[in-house]
């Protein structure tokens, strides 16, 4: 048993809304959220301002072991992300940090200590954790796991339908072959890929609105709590 509740892990691929969804599941149940690929995308920040090579794994390693992380309360149920002081925000959106995040997360001394942080962080339950090995490998103990998938289509149209709610131009076939190719980097590494748990329930999400999403997923929550686990 874990002092503040359980430990709810959400994998799947990238766009496919683990975040939001994960947000609304820790607001439903009074839960803090963690989005793990924040982690890897502010070692990818700093390394590209740095201009550490990304593929310097004992660089990377050193580098993340001299930063002092901080993952400061905010006003939702997400905790922020701070490396030295600084609050990073925005920055960890950026195409460039994308594609450094996705690169970085192959190599395996940076995903032990990533590993590290993560299990601190959630050990003591009342937790949605979102990622790709949350269930496979960060805690394969988890009460509770979610594969949340969509096909790659429903993912760029909704990323399409996000930007242009920004007022931001976009492209979908562009957008369509960036989150093909970060599936693939991301399914095929050699190092904890993203793979559904055995355990896991599997949602598909491309024909449900995000609020049954987040509905069944509680559910789940519920039916734990009834069979007395
Ligand atoms: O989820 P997000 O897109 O923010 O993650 C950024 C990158 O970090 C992903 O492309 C993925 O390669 C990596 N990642 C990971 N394991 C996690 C979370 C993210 O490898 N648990």
Request: proline share 3%; hydrophobic share 40%.
């Given at each position: 048993m874990r002092p503040n509740g359980i430990v709810i892990a959400i994998d799947g691929p990238a766009g496919v809304g683990k975040s939001t969804v994960g947000k609304l599941v820790a607001s439903r149940l009074g839960y803090s959220f963690i989005s793990t690929g924040k982690m890897y995308r502010a070692l990818a920040w700093k390394a590209l301002e740095l201009g550490l090579g990304l593929e310097d794994e004992g660089a990377l390693v050193d580098l993340a072991e001299a930063l002092k992380w901080a993952f400061p309360k905010g006003e939702g149920p997400e905790a922020g992300i701070s490396l030295d002081g600084r609050r990073l925000e925005?920055?960890?959106?950026d195409e460039a940090v994308s594609r450094a995040s996705s690169g970085i997360a192959k190599l395996a001394g940076v995903r032990l200590f990533m590993l590290g942080m993560q299990r601190q962080a959630g050990r003591a339950g009342g937790m949605v954790m979102e990622g790709r090995?949350?269930?496979?490998?960060?805690?394969?103990?988890?009460e509770l796991k979610v594969y949340l998938d969509a096909s790659p289509e429903a993912r760029a149209r909704r990323r399409v339908g996000q930007l242009k709610a920004q007022g931001t131009e976009a492209d979908y076939s562009g957008i369509l072959d960036f989150i093909i190719k970060r599936d693939a980097q991301d399914s095929g590494r050699?190092?904890?890929?993203?793979r559904k748990a055995d355990d896991a329930h599997y949602l598909?999400?491309?024909?449900?609105?995000r609020e049954k999403v987040v509905e069944s997923i509680v559910e789940l929550y519920k039916r734990l709590g009834e069979s007395g686990k």
């Amino acid at each position: 048993m874990r002092p503040n509740g359980i430990v709810i892990a959400i994998d799947g691929p990238a766009g496919v809304g683990k975040s939001t969804v994960g947000k609304l599941v820790a607001s439903r149940l009074g839960y803090s959220f963690i989005s793990t690929g924040k982690m890897y995308r502010a070692l990818a920040w700093k390394a590209l301002e740095l201009g550490l090579g990304l593929e310097d794994e004992g660089a990377l390693v050193d580098l993340a072991e001299a930063l002092k992380w901080a993952f400061p309360k905010g006003e939702g149920p997400e905790a922020g992300i701070s490396l030295d002081g600084r609050r990073l925000e925005l920055e960890l959106t950026d195409e460039a940090v994308s594609r450094a995040s996705s690169g970085i997360a192959k190599l395996a001394g940076v995903r032990l200590f990533m590993l590290g942080m993560q299990r601190q962080a959630g050990r003591a339950g009342g937790m949605v954790m979102e990622g790709r090995d949350i269930g496979t490998n960060v805690f394969p103990d988890a009460e509770l796991k979610v594969y949340l998938d969509a096909s790659p289509e429903a993912r760029a149209r909704r990323r399409v339908g996000q930007l242009k709610a920004q007022g931001t131009e976009a492209d979908y076939s562009g957008i369509l072959d960036f989150i093909i190719k970060r599936d693939a980097q991301d399914s095929g590494r050699k190092n904890n890929p993203l793979r559904k748990a055995d355990d896991a329930h599997y949602l598909d999400s491309t024909e449900m609105p995000r609020e049954k999403v987040v509905e069944s997923i509680v559910e789940l929550y519920k039916r734990l709590g009834e069979s007395g686990k």
